[in-house]
């Protein structure tokens, strides 16, 4: 009897994950259509694609789209294709991103293991930028970029992203090392270490979760921004405010094939940060919720 219901239950289970990955294809291929649309009709031919049936495959395969979106495409009134657009964001995300991690890590460190009068309304009102929307932001940041001598610059674009991503790093690494025993802290104190070096040698080195998330976070939400890169950007704007120069532009013909590959381009950062990293995103954003 009992060797029934185990066989019984082995074939339910099976049953049961067989249709839970027939339902998670589908959603997958239908979530990936938008990206083999734009895949495959980054390397037709433009009559192809002016022809009809964006769905099916090249007829004659092409990378001249690629080139042309790359080095040659109409960006605005220059042709000078994505790549320059490209090296400004490279630019300006590794350091806001590396700025942001690490005064995010600092202040967690700080309102968790270093107290001090008025700590948690200090915390509330950094959680509270946050919720701030991008658009309350644009004339204030325009004020202080101008005063600064920043303003359409690369260095102006890190400012305000770190600036902005600051309150999402500090609710990270604060709420992460909350759980990190304060017992540890005070006996490094007690053996004569300082600020940095409990920091450095203790909270630092176990930091390794959360720093994935922070990473990943930013990353993505900087690279993609658009708001701030054509309101700040100037002459120095990044890949997002080229990509819609590139697809409204009013000169010549619109070359679809060169529109998607240059879409491509531009998402090829975030999708290879999240196809090496993703996996790391949830169990970074766990690791601090399951400890003591």
């Known amino acids: 009897m ?54 099916a495959l090249p007829r004659t395969w092409t990378l001249e789209a690629w080139k042309s979106a790359w080095s040659t495409a109409q960006i605005g009134v220059s042709p000078t294709g994505l790549k320059p657009y490209f090296l400004n964001s490279i630019l300006m995300v590794v350091p806001a991103v590396a700025i942001s991690t690490i005064v995010g890590a600092l202040n967690g460190y700080v309102l968790t293991k270093w107290r001090f009068r008025y700590d948690t309304i200090i915390f509330g009102l950094m959680l509270f930028s946050c919720f701030i929307p991008f658009q309350i932001v644009l004339i204030p940041m325009a004020l202080v970029l101008g005063k600064l001598g920043l303003a359409g610059s690369v260095p102006g674009l890190i400012l305000v992203h770190v600036v902005y991503g600051i309150g999402f790093t500090t609710l990270y690494y604060r709420n992460y090392y909350a759980t990190f025993p304060t017992e540890l ?71 679809y094939n060169v ?28 690791a601090g919720s399951v400890k003591g």
């Open 2 to 55: 009992s060797a029934v219901s185990q066989d019984t239950a082995v074939r339910t289970g099976r049953v049961a994950r067989t249709f839970i990955y027939l339902v998670l294809l589908l959603f997958a291929l239908f979530y990936l259509l938008p990206l083999y649309v734009m895949g495959i009709n980054s390397l037709k031919p433009l009559p192809e694609i002016t022809g009809g049936n964006m769905m």
């Open 185 to 255: 802290v005070k006996a490094a104190q007690i053996d004569g270490a300082g600020f940095f070096r409990i920091f450095w040698r203790i909270l630092l080195p176990v930091s390794g979760p959360i720093t994935v998330v922070s990473v990943i976070w930013q990353f993505t939400n900087i690279w993609n921004d658009f708001l701030f890169g054509v309101s700040f950007g100037g002459t120095s704007q990044p890949m997002t405010a080229a990509l819609n120069n590139l697809v409204q532009s009013s000169t010549g013909v619109k070359e």
């Open 259 to 286: 529109h998607f590959a240059g879409a491509i381009l531009a998402a090829l950062p975030t999708l290879f940060v999240y196809i090496v990293a993703g996996r790391y995103f949830v169990r970074g954003l766990m």
